[in-house]
């Protein structure tokens, strides 16, 4: 045979290459896979390569190489060819999701020229008049925030901005129940840029607001005066301001704002220490309105339909009674989605919800990858942003975690139906509600670390009796004292809702207070999630033995999991708040802080990316420090050798040759100013400067690593770093 002959046959590659393609084709045509999981997979890790790559030139070169593979794929194996036939499988996947890679980019690039609102250049105050869109009650945290149109002073452009108000303020301006949605108010605030994240691997809020169309959030200075009230009119706000205020009536105490967010979806009016609880007991996830409690709502509503028409012979031998309950089922689901507020998390549930009540009326599978594909896909579309977020691969890890462990040959065999007591029956079904928590809190550890970077380890113990309470029990009980509240009789529902989440709370209390029950880990880097990611879809979308390779990532990911280093130092965005890990004499890990911050948020990006529980020691107060008024003067040893540290206390002025001496005998110096050429340390000077375009700094002296936020943000609208 001619080389050309024998080129055309292997499709142009080498013997080697040719004998891996014919396995992958053979591996592809005996797998007996579903398509369209991998197929929103590509489209996914588009949205995810888009967030990932620095800017349009590395973006486009992305979008070209997806067509690229999909017309080599062409060029190789061309159309009516014997060797097309022969890679019939291989030529479809390299086309398809060469072509879906592509378009997830092209999505979520047309998604942020379209929503993407340019943040505010620097801090301002400003006196605004502007149209509330959105109020959110917070009385935990004793203020409202408000979301308002406004036009700039300047350029007359219309831009939104998120304002905090004090409750006591609206209270003063007697104003209280007046400023709601469609009001005009005037008020002097102090304006900053949405927060880009304090470290790397902090929350982006910055992100989070570009998406959202936020040019800026800020603070009232003194006080609101209510331009013109809103329209007379119920509005869906409203109703849930009103629902969740009379549902805190009748619950007392800290049940009944776990109650209140369970019918309204108002979270404003938990206790910090309650919701730190539920967090650390791995419950937090029953707290926001998504999947969990939308299925409740809708699965209730279609069986309660289904047993209610099945009742009347005319209807239910006339019309198929799935399509009736699936259209009740349907309402239901999408009442409950825009009383709870409408968030994209409860659209997103909704969405997919409604999609498994479409199967359940054609008659098809409700719970298979292919729903949850073309759920993903919907969200995937309509909202691509959420892709990055923790709450879309929350849910569908979940879910994929659910559907690959049902369909899976030995849970089947375990489930089969047999011949046997009630008690055997209702044990193997309580034994696989553990697995099954299990087996998603495994499946969730990964993306819980990534993004929190802390984890109950107990959680699926909690989640076993917690799930079930709040499902069976809690939300049922809900609804059935608000409609007994319609002729005033739902005192004693009430007092069972208060119970049950009571109890609930003792959960979460007792699991949280457990010793090891939360686990902190530093911030996991892009290829460990990466390899996480690609073991979990492995063992999800695949059958039979091949899945079992999924296992093989993933070990990998834990082994460099368990080896990411701490920080040694943590250094913030303005270079105010430093964190640096040291071994007190019990031989524990502990975080000094350069400043004893009254923020929260501040403390605890520090502790929890430094992996420390312990509250921060103040660095002045730590025996191998040397403080003065401006400076503090610390020496720490790793890597096999002595490191000295500088940090500015203040801003107060320092005599330059002073400090050009001290910079001199140190190794790295921070400050949150401009510090002239003359301070010259020996490794790293962080300064205002430096800072601007950085961002916060993790820092690993071992190995003279330094990890910055700016490496991650590349030149998407939202980052505001000075660019070199």
Request: overall charge neutral.
């Amino acid at each position: 045979m001619s080389s050309a002959g024998e080129a055309a046959k292997t499709g142009g590659f080498g013997g080697l290459g040719s004998a891996a393609l014919a396995r992958a084709e053979r591996f592809l045509a005996e797998a007996g896979f579903d398509r369209a999981p991998w197929l929103a997979v590509a489209f996914g890790s588009g949205i995810l390569a888009w967030f990932g790559l620095p800017g349009p030139w590395h973006w486009s070169a992305a979008i070209g190489s997806g067509f690229l593979l999909a017309l080599a794929a062409l060029a190789i194996w061309p159309t009516g060819s014997a060797i097309a036939e022969e890679r019939g499988h291989l030529r479809r996947a390299s086309v398809a999701l060469g072509l879906v890679f592509a378009a997830g980019i092209v999505v979520i690039w047309v998604r942020s020229e379209i929503v993407g609102a340019e943040p505010i250049e620097r801090p301002m105050i400003e006196r605004v008049q502007g149209y509330v869109l959105e109020r959110q009650d917070q009385p935990a945290e004793d203020r409202a925030r408000l979301t308002l149109a406004v036009r700039d002073a300047a350029s007359g452009e219309s831009r939104k901005i998120r304002i905090n108000v004090p409750l006591d303020a609206l209270a003063a301006a007697q104003v209280t129940g007046m400023v709601v949605e469609g009001a005009v108010v005037r008020m002097r605030v102090r304006l900053m840029p949405p927060a880009s994240p304090m470290l790397p691997g902090a929350y982006d809020f910055a992100r989070t607001a570009w998406f959202r169309g936020l040019a800026a959030t800020g603070s009232l200075i003194g006080e609101l005066e209510l331009v013109e009230p809103a329209s007379e009119g119920p509005g869906i706000a409203r109703v849930q301001r009103a629902l969740s205020k009379h549902v805190r009536q009748r619950v007392d105490g800290s049940a009944g704002t776990i109650a209140a967010a369970f019918a309204s979806g108002d979270r404003g009016a938990i206790d910090r220490a309650d919701e730190e609880a539920m967090r650390d007991a791995g419950l937090t996830h029953l707290l926001s309105i998504s999947g969990l409690h939308v299925s409740a709502v809708i699965a209730a509503a279609y069986l309660a339909a289904l047993k209610l028409f099945a009742l009347f012979p005319a209807i239910a031998l006339r019309v198929r009674l799935p399509v009736i309950a699936a259209g009740c089922g349907a309402l239901a689901g999408i009442g409950y989605t825009l009383l709870t507020g409408g968030e994209v998390p409860t659209v997103r549930s909704c969405v997919a919800a409604l999609l498994v009540l479409v199967a359940l009326a054609m008659g098809r599978d409700a719970l298979s990858l292919r729903m949850v594909a073309a759920a993903a896909f919907a969200v995937m579309l309509l909202w691509p942003e959420s892709v990055i977020g923790p709450s879309f691969q929350m849910s569908f890890s979940a879910v994929l975690a659910i559907v690959a462990l049902s369909t899976s040959a030995p849970v089947r065999a375990f489930l089969a139906a047999r011949d046997e007591p009630w008690w055997q029956r209702m044990g193997r079904r309580v034994a696989m509600l553990f697995l099954t928590g299990l087996v998603i809190e495994i499946a969730l550890m990964p993306i819980v670390l990534y993004h929190f970077h802390r984890a109950g380890l107990y959680g699926a113990l909690a989640n076993v009796v917690a799930i079930p309470l709040v499902t069976f029990i809690s939300m049922p009980l809900i609804a059935l004292g608000l409609l007994l509240d319609l002729v005033g009789i739902g005192a004693p529902v009430w007092w069972l809702v208060e119970t049950s989440l009571d109890l609930l709370l003792g959960i979460a209390h007792v699991t949280a207070a457990q010793p090891g029950a939360v686990k902190l880990m530093p911030q996991m880097d892009g290829l460990t999630i990466a390899l996480f990611s690609a073991g979990g879809l492995w063992l999800a979308l695949w059958t039979g033995r091949a899945r079992l390779l999924g296992f093989i990532p993933a070990a990998i990911a834990t082994l460099m999991l368990i080896a990411t280093p701490i920080p040694d130092v943590l250094v913030g965005r303005e270079g105010r708040h430093v964190g640096i890990t040291v071994d007190s004499a019990d031989g524990a890990r502990r975080l000094l802080s350069l400043r004893d911050t009254r923020s929260s948020y501040s403390r605890d990006n520090l502790l929890e990316l430094a992996s420390v529980t312990a509250d921060p020691i103040p660095l002045a107060e730590w025996p191998g420090a040397r403080c003065s008024r401006a400076f503090c003067f610390l020496e720490i040893e790793r890597g096999g050798r002595e490191w000295t540290l500088l940090m500015a206390r203040n801003r107060d002025h320092i005599e330059e040759r002073r400090l050009a001496a001290a910079c001199a005998e140190a190794d790295i110096v921070v400050a949150d100013r401009f510090l002239p050429r003359s301070c010259r340390p020996r490794w790293l000077k962080a300064d205002r400067k430096l800072l601007v375009k950085s961002g916060g700094l993790s820092i690993d002296l071992e190995y003279g690593r330094i990890t910055s936020v700016a490496e991650s943000q590349g030149e998407h609208g939202w980052w505001r770093g000075e660019r070199e």
